[in-house]
């Protein structure tokens, strides 16, 4: 069986919108490892949402839904960087 076409449909919105927001955090933003974990712990704040064909996102989900997914997303990855930051300045305290 080959399920290499199931994917999380947050997972490209999530990597994007940690892309966008990365400059605005200049100690995580130049670090790979710590871009990564703020996209784990945003994604793990996200519902689970998987489809097989990016089209069927769009076919199945209205407008009001879409919305309210970036919303989720943002308030999400704002979240992601704020934990990952703190995380990272406790972590250089000890």
């Known amino acids: ?4 076409s199931v994917h999380n ?10 892309t ?11 670090d790979p490892g710590l ?7 945003a994604l793990n704040r996200m ?3 998987y489809i097989r ?3 069927d ?7 009001k839904e879409r919305q309210a997914t970036l919303r989720n997303v943002a308030e999400s990855v704002d979240f ?8 990272h300045v406790m972590a250089a305290r000890r």
Do not use: N, W
């Open 1 to 4: 069986m080959d399920f290499s």
């Open 9 to 18: 449909t947050h997972e490209k919105t999530i990597f994007e919108a940690v």
């Open 20 to 30: 966008a927001a990365a400059p605005r955090y200049p100690g995580i933003a130049d």
């Open 35 to 41: 871009l990564a974990d703020v996209a784990c712990v």
């Open 47 to 49: 519902p689970p949402h």
């Open 53 to 55: 064909h990016t089209a």
């Open 57 to 63: 996102l769009a076919f199945f989900t209205t407008e």
């Open 80 to 87: 992601a960087f704020g934990y990952v930051q703190a995380r």
